[in-house]
């Protein structure tokens, strides 16, 4: 054998639900929010506000030690700089919540991958006789927020760079189609006070996008338009934007919502798609790559895609100028000009 070679990428990635679940159950269990009210603890003061049995407690913990989620130093236990930042829930930086949802759901419904890869076919609450995952998620408040605050956490990054490299100078309405709390429109507003517009979404989540706009002091420019986006028009802006909203549907309905955007722009307005674009040689964007096959699991007929799809889906709708830009991670935007 050739002694470079190693099965170990091979292992750690096969096994690498362990530190994965390992990771998503110290949120659940409010571990970092704990630890950020509390100061360090000891194994036994922290498995004793955590409720953790003595024969896992120091195990779970120095588990997460060693994978960088937590800090040790003489015996007591204390949040990373990270872990502190982001999954303290009390701090308007957690982004625990999209976690929350892969814990809670996301979790369970990929342990039957291979069989929504034979059948092509979901493998959420659908597959028990359940509604479609917004009915799902939607049809319980406190999964709503857990959504809604998941999907704030998990664009943050893209957003601030679509406020920062979009040349929204040359605008001044904005509208964000599936906008859910407001996160995109939020961003945007707060780096060009010129800016005004708001949020395209299903009623139910506008008091959820109230609450939002309004820790920003933002009520007075941006407005919440109830509405279903296959019922008829959308609302009419110079700039008009989708995220992570495309790869929820089928090609047909994709196609059908690029039109609706197309007749809803003046003459030189722009749309954005952002997503988890995947390059164009789909080889290196794993995450995006992943991401379709959430949409597998997730709905019966969404799917990611490149860059090229999209512009070429774009250009087919009429809009005589597209690119991509990358924004941030795994996430890029597709522009589009009427
Ligand atoms: C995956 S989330 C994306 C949220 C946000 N754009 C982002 O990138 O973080 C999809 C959004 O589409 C909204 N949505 C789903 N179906 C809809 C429909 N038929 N009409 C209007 N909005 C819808 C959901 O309420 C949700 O806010």
């Avoid at 269990?29 to 506000?49: M, R, V």
């Avoid at 979790?107 to 493998?123: R, V």
Wanted: hydrophobic share 40%; glycine share 12%; aromatic share 10%.
């Amino acid at each position: 054998m050739n002694d470079d070679l190693s099965p170990e990428k091979i292992m750690q990635l096969g096994l690498g639900f362990w530190g994965s679940k390992t990771l998503l159950s110290a949120i659940e269990l409010g571990l970092y929010t704990k630890i950020a009210e509390t100061g360090p603890l000891d194994c036994e003061a922290l498995s004793q506000a955590l409720e953790i049995h003595s024969r896992s407690a120091s195990d779970f913990f120095d588990a997460l030690v060693a994978l960088g989620m937590l800090n040790r130093d003489q015996g007591l236990y204390s949040n990373t700089t990270e872990t502190d930042l982001f999954l303290d829930r009390e701090k308007p930086s957690y982004v625990g919540g999209m976690l929350e949802m892969a814990n809670h759901r996301l979790y369970k419904f990929w342990g039957s991958l291979t069989e929504g890869l034979k059948n092509g076919q979901p493998q959420n609450e659908i597959k028990s006789g359940g509604e479609g995952l917004f009915d799902a998620v939607y049809g319980n408040p406190a999964t709503l927020k857990e959504f809604l605050k998941g999907m704030t956490g998990l664009s943050m990054g893209a957003n601030v760079e679509v406020a920062r490299k979009f040349p929204w100078k040359e605008y001044k309405t904005f509208m964000d189609i599936g906008g859910a709390e407001g996160g995109l429109t939020a961003q945007v507003a707060l780096a060009h006070p010129h800016i005004t517009g708001g949020v395209f979404d299903l009623p139910v989540v506008h008091p959820f996008f109230e609450e939002y706009v309004e820790s920003f002091g933002l009520e007075d420019r941006l407005e919440f338009r109830p509405g279903n986006f296959f019922e008829g028009f959308f609302p009419k802006a110079d700039v008009l934007a989708m995220g992570h909203i495309l790869h929820d549907w089928n090609i047909d309905e994709k196609r059908e919502l690029i039109d609706k955007a197309y007749k809803a722009l003046p003459e030189g307005g722009a749309l954005i798609v952002i997503e988890s674009i995947i390059d164009d040689d789909r080889r290196e964007n794993a995450f995006g790559l992943l991401m379709s096959l959430n949409m597998l699991i997730e709905t019966p007929g969404g799917f990611d895609f490149t860059g090229a799809d999209c512009q070429g889906w774009l250009k087919d709708a009429g809009f005589r100028e597209t690119r991509s830009e990358h924004l941030i991670g795994p996430a890029s935007m597709v522009i589009g000009i009427k």
